[in-house]
């Protein structure tokens, strides 16, 4: 079996967490054949390093200054040239929103196969096989890739740990050969505006608190505010609540909404839509608040308090910052 290439996908000069998982979990299949990461950016030179600190032993730098911020074309002419160069078995992607549309122009270019979301990759001698959810999480498919080379994969955020320590890896760097035209900017993005006040976001949180339809109103979302801070996690909301305009479409969680996998997930005051679920059932400790003691939201929940969520998070509030002193 081959190396195994990573794309590793960087914001505002860092790379971020969803690829430091997907580089750990790289190294840990790669095991003594070579690892390459492939880093696209104006000037990705300065992020080799935390690459190579997490087990990069060869990096490609895709440098311009017109791949900054994604374009689509552009970055997919990057990524095939990077196979090219490294001629992986394995070509591994965060599962982010640019993750999953740069992987599937990569695998239509390269006519390979694609698993998408996975939450496991193992390596055996027949190949690579991967594990990833479907009918909404509600069961999981185990894929092969038979003929395909590479074989590509996309790894859902907050699945793949970031290795700690981290085993580093030559870090040799290299300046990609590749020629972009002009018809590969044909669609770019321009700007990149954070929400206001936006700090987690909640596809990559450790700890996630989610409102949904019992919120009632946007004033409301204070106490879901108030628990996400006491615990260091971020703030996550229903399609009800998104729908009824009381929190940015940004914080949804669900099938058309965020996939998320946090270590914790609090939903409060949310039914248990399959949609939703769908979107969190992989989370790997999860607290659901509901006055419905039927709800089905409590038949996935790993603790669930029946009540009223208005009077049960001011006392966890209050419990959680004694405990913190």
């Not at 590793?8 to 967490?17: I, M, P, S």
């Not at 270019?109 to 991967?130: I, K």
């Amino acid at each position: 079996m081959g190396g195994i290439l990573v794309f590793a996908e960087q914001r505002d000069g860092t790379l971020r967490k969803a690829s430091l998982e997907a580089v750990s979990e790289g190294r840990r299949l790669a095991g003594d054949k070579e690892l390459a990461v492939l880093i696209a950016g104006s000037e990705p030179a300065a992020l080799a390093p935390e690459a190579a600190r997490h087990g990069a032993d060869r990096v490609l730098l895709a440098s311009d200054p017109r791949l900054a911020l994604y374009a689509p074309g552009a970055y997919a002419r990057a990524a095939a040239a990077a196979v090219a160069a490294c001629d992986p078995d394995l070509f591994l992607l965060p599962a982010s929103a640019m993750g999953k549309d740069l992987a599937a122009r990569v695998a239509a270019r390269l006519g390979t196969g694609l698993a998408s979301d996975c939450v496991a990759v193992t390596a055996g001698p027949q190949g690579y096989t991967a594990r990833r959810p479907v009918y909404s999480g509600k069961a999981f498919a185990t894929v092969a890739f038979e003929g395909a080379r590479p074989a590509m994969a996309t790894l859902r955020p907050n699945v793949f740990p970031v290795a700690s320590p981290p085993r580093p890896g030559r870090g040799e760097t290299a300046s990609l050969d590749v020629r972009l035209e002009e018809k590969d900017f044909r669609s770019r993005a321009v700007s990149v505006q954070a929400a206001k006040g936006t700090t987690l976001d909640v596809a990559e949180a450790d700890i996630v608190v989610s409102g949904g339809r019992a919120m009632q109103g946007p004033e409301n979302f204070k106490y879901i505010k108030m628990l996400a801070e006491a615990l260091g996690g971020a703030v996550g909301a229903s399609r009800a609540a998104v729908d009824a305009g009381w929190i940015d479409h940004q914080h949804q969680v669900g099938q058309t909404g965020k996939v998320v996998s946090p270590s914790l997930y609090i939903a409060c005051g949310i039914s248990g839509a399959i949609q939703h679920l769908a979107g969190m059932s992989s989370s790997k400790v999860i607290v659901a608040i509901n006055k419905d003691a039927e709800a089905p939201i409590f038949k996935i929940a790993d603790y669930g308090i029946v009540g009223d969520l208005y009077q049960v998070i001011p006392l966890m509030v209050e419990e959680i910052r004694k405990v913190r002193g």
